[in-house]
């Protein structure tokens, strides 16, 4: 059965390889598929990276695409981000109005997807994203993502 979502996913990651694969600095490479996932696939409004500082248990949100938000700096715990942090899991939100520990950037979200990034064993951060639409995100959104954060691993941080 042909699946959309799973194509356009897809057909992302020849161009994230690209952005990866090239000499830019980390800061520049990780705003590049911000803005690349941010402008190709519709229901994502809002995409960000938050890392952690070591020996912190603070999140700091880096680069983004999307409305500025003033939640740039969350304590591990709080919000979507912050338990992820604390629970190394990936965390889909089909309504965030359900979610008693959500933190409200903007009253036009209604899910989310939260999805760690491991770097020698170790939770350093996430990639957040946004949607203005209820249920967003599914398995291929979970899959796409975690293969992401894993190539942004191997190709930005080990280098």
């Not at 409004?45 to 003033?70: C, D, H, M, S």
């Not at 350093?124 to 796409?144: K, L, M, R």
Request: aromatic fraction near 12%; glycine fraction near 6%; charged fraction near 20%.
């Amino acid at each position: 059965m042909f699946n959309h979502k799973q194509n356009l996913l897809n057909r992302l990651k020849p161009q994230i390889q690209q952005i990866l694969d090239s000499e830019n600095p980390k800061s520049i490479k990780l705003q590049n598929i911000c803005e690349l996932l941010h402008q190709q696939i519709p229901y994502y409004n809002w995409v960000g990276f938050y890392f952690a500082q070591p020996g912190e248990k603070k999140l700091y949100l880096q680069q983004y695409a999307g409305k500025p938000t003033e939640h740039t700096v969350i304590p591990f715990g709080k919000g979507i981000c912050g338990q992820v942090a604390v629970t190394n899991q990936n965390f889909v939100v089909p309504d965030v109005q359900a979610q008693d520990n959500y933190i409200a950037c903007s009253m036009e979200v209604k899910s989310e997807i939260v999805i760690p990034l491991f770097f020698k064993g170790d939770n350093i951060g996430q990639i957040d994203i946004d949607s203005h639409s209820p249920n967003a995100f599914s398995e291929e959104d979970e899959a796409f993502l975690t293969w992401l954060n894993q190539q942004i691993s191997q190709k930005v941080f080990s280098k």
